[in-house]
Structures are given as structure tokens and as C-alpha cells.
């Protein structure tokens, strides 16, 4: 069974940073691309950064510059560095990795908070 679990979430204030990881159990998590979405209330779910398994991760214009994305292959970890955050920023941050065409894993997600 595939599970995706995200940590590293909580309260920050206006400028600080948070630090993002997600486990993956339950397969070879360097075979895939794996992306960081997030979720503000009344919002649609947006695509914040993708990292590939070989290549330049991308980014949403928003977090550029403040965020980044990387992943430990021997943890089969990803995690996100979001630094001078923003009101804005704060939602629900989900990982997620696509297996195939059919098969897609989100995990349960994880609150950040950003306060002035």
C-alpha cells in the first residue's frame, strides 16, 4: 500500500520559515516525479513546485525565490524549504506522486499558518 505523509507544518509568522517533508512507504519513491500542492480556504487546490527524478525542479511564480524543493532518495523523503513567508502563503500543503495514468497518491496534508 502507497502512503504519502506530510509533516513540518504549524504556525510562522510574516517572514520566517517552515520546513515541509513527506514520506513515501510503499514504493520506489526515486522512480517518480513528486510535486508540493497547497489549498487556502475557499480556494482551488494549486500546484506549487514539482521536482522530477533528473532535472531543475519548477516552480509557481508565487514561491519563487522563497521556496524550495528537494528530495532524499536513501529516506525516500521530500521535503520543501519555504522561507520569507507570506500571509498568502498560508494552506494546506499536500504531497503528491503520480504512478501512471490510473494510479495517483495524495497525502493527508498539513496546515501552515502564516501571521503578521
Known amino acids: 500500500q502507497v502512503q504519502l505523509v506530510e509533516s513540518g507544518g504549524g504556525l510562522a509568522q510574516t517572514g520566517g520559515s517552515l520546513r515541509l517533508s513527506c514520506v513515501v512507504s510503499?514504493?520506489?519513491?526515486?522512480?517518480?516525479?513528486m510535486s508540493w500542492y497547497r489549498q487556502a480556504p475557499g480556494k482551488e487546490r494549486e500546484l506549487v513546485a514539482t521536482i522530477p527524478m533528473v532535472g531543475p525542479a519548477t516552480y509557481a511564480d508565487s514561491v519563487k525565490g522563497r521556496f524550495t524543493i528537494s528530495r532524499n532518495h536513501a529516506k525516500n523523503t521530500m521535503y520543501m524549504q519555504m522561507n520569507s513567508l507570506k500571509s498568502e502563503d498560508t494552506a494546506v500543503y499536500f504531497c503528491?506522486?503520480?504512478?501512471?495514468?490510473?494510479?495517483?497518491?495524495w497525502g493527508q496534508g498539513t496546515q501552515v499558518t502564516v501571521s503578521s
Open positions: 510503499g514504493l520506489a519513491f526515486n522512480g517518480y516525479a
Open positions: 503528491y506522486l503520480k504512478r501512471d495514468l490510473s494510479r495517483e497518491y
